[in-house]
């Protein structure tokens, strides 16, 4: 065990902005200790030198990925890594006792045949993609707690899912007519050196990208079939917006009851997510905006019925960094070791 009995983790990939969110939260929560920071390229420097403003608060160096070391030193493992090498990682550590929560896509689909028609790759896992749990603590809590291995959910299909489930599950939209239309900060494009992302490129521009075949697509429609209880097939187009932190999803759909009223939805939506502590649904003629859940692992959902169209609104608002990515993996790892779901995460957003 580690410092004071807390349980010792490893990031392996901690370089990237997902890698320094985890840091920064597990740093701050007060039942682990961070053991092991990994990667290829940045081996053998401080962590400090990649992100300065750390030096006063993290004096570990980046160390060579070696799977038997990290699993003798690490009860927990953090795979913060690009698609494609967590599944050439995740078996070891496995078989080595650790509890694995993966942040790429490898382990997001239940059938390793969607992944490899979207991501491509030689797999040899699906036994182990049968026993993984799908991060979404809000649809998938109990699953989650027993789980050795999570596959955290994108941040794009956080947004969109959370603001989807309870139309889905409780049958009141016909499920083809749903439409996503999400915005996205840069900082969702990773830290990489890429041109689009230039400020120079970004700055005073909205352009969409990935248009009818973004590979979130078949994420968010995986986990909609699932609530739904039959195939489901979503038009989804995610646009980058020149801000650094953020994701506001609108999702626009037909209602099978055109008379259901807007404090009925507020209704439903307060009861589905009423043990939902990081869902927070607003009150009628309120709509969120993305710096309200700024470095907070909050999803903030608004409401709106169309009786000209007979469809349903919803926008979801959420931190691509926290919620849509590193603050939902430690929610998961609290779960996973029978801690209160909102330990060592913040609540409160950086504002303004």
């Known amino acids: ?53 750390l030096s006063p608060f993290v004096d570990l160096k980046i160390e060579a990925i070696d799977l038997e070391e990290i699993a003798a030193r690490c009860q927990v493992v953090f795979l913060s890594l690009p698609n494609g090498l967590a599944y050439q990682m995740a078996p070891t550590l496995l078989a080595r006792g650790c509890k694995v929560l993966d942040l790429s896509a490898d382990y997001r689909f239940f059938d390793v045949n969607t992944y490899t028609s979207w991501y491509g790759g030689d797999r040899q896992d699906q036994e182990i993609v049968s026993k993984t749990v799908y991060g979404l603590p ?46 996205s900060g840069t900082s969702g494009g990773g830290r990489q050196a890429k041109v689009n992302m230039l400020l120079a490129e970004a700055d005073s521009s909205l352009g ?28 989804f187009t995610p646009h980058l917006i020149p801000m650094v932190r953020g994701i506001l999803a609108t999702v626009y759909a037909t209602m099978r009851d055109p008379g ?39 999803c903030y959902i608004g409401l709106e019925v169309d009786s000209r169209t007979g469809r ?30 909102t330990l060592g995460l913040p609540q409160l957003s950086f504002y303004p």
């Open 138 to 183: 809000e649809l998938y809590r109990d699953r989650i707690a027993q789980a050795q291995l999570i596959g955290c959910p994108g941040c794009y299909p956080t947004a969109s899912l959370l603001a989807l489930a309870p139309l889905l599950k409780q049958g009141l939209i016909l499920p083809e007519t749903a439409i996503i239309d999400a915005k």
């Open 208 to 235: 969409a990208y990935g248009v009818a075949r973004h590979r979130h697509t078949p994420e968010i429609e995986q986990i909609c079939s699932d609530l739904a209880g039959s195939e489901v097939t979503v038009q």
């Open 312 to 341: 349903v609104i919803v926008l979801s608002a959420i931190d691509n960094l926290m919620k849509g990515q590193a603050g939902q993996a430690v929610q998961c790892l609290n779960l996973m070791m029978g801690w209160e779901e």
């Open 260 to 298: 259901l009223q807007h404090k009925d939805l507020i209704t439903i939506y307060n009861a589905f997510y009423r043990n939902a502590p990081w869902v927070k649904v607003l009150s009628s003629g309120t709509y969120p905006q993305t710096k309200w859940a700024c470095g907070t692992n909050l």
């Open 1 to 53: 065990m580690g410092n004071m009995g807390r349980v010792p983790v490893g990031i392996v990939g901690a370089s990237g902005y997902g890698g320094v969110q985890l840091v920064r939260l597990l740093k701050e929560h007060p039942g682990v200790e961070i053991v092991y920071l990994g990667g290829e390229s940045s081996a053998g420097k401080p962590f400090s030198d990649l992100y300065p403003h």
